[in-house]
């Protein structure tokens, strides 16, 4: 299968795993799992908001960093704009926070709930260039599902 095919194949599975369930933490769980088998990411986890930073959530992958500052790296840039945030390589990132030195390229999707940032999505590559406009669209309604 192709990216798309993958996605397209996986947003009904995460769509059946969380619509009964209220536990965010349950759901960010399951949804890190499924995304970290479907495309065998470096890493791909969640981190929530909690005061005027980002506590590590739910996660698949290498030891991550724990807390994160309100804008700085990837994923606080993506909580201060809102929006998602692609990044080809992480090495040329102004601030980047570097977790992990074989990561080399992330996106950064926030969940949002009643027009809140609560928590993001992150995921990383060892691949440069890895994500595109499909992964943003697609991590996207996933986000939606999320709270």
Not at 49 to 64: I, K, R, W
Request: with cysteine; charged share 20%.
């Amino acid at each position: 299968m192709n990216k798309i095919e993958t996605y397209q194949s996986l947003l009904p599975q995460i769509e059946s795993l969380v619509s009964g369930e209220t536990d965010a933490i349950a759901n960010r769980a399951n949804v890190a799992a499924a995304l970290h088998e479907a495309f065998g990411f470096w890493w791909t986890g969640f981190y929530r908001v909690e005061g005027q930073q980002l506590v590590l959530g739910p996660f698949q992958g290498p030891v991550a960093c724990t807390r994160i500052p309100y804008g700085k790296g990837v994923c606080g840039t993506a909580w201060q704009r809102a929006e998602t945030v692609i990044v080809p390589n992480v090495h040329k990132f102004p601030g980047h926070i570097t977790c992990s030195s074989a990561s080399n390229s992330e996106i950064v999707v926030p969940i949002l709930h009643d027009g809140q940032v609560v928590a993001v999505l992150d995921i990383d590559s060892t691949d440069f260039n890895a994500f595109d406009e499909t992964d943003q669209l697609y991590l996207e309604k996933i986000a939606r599902m999320l709270k």
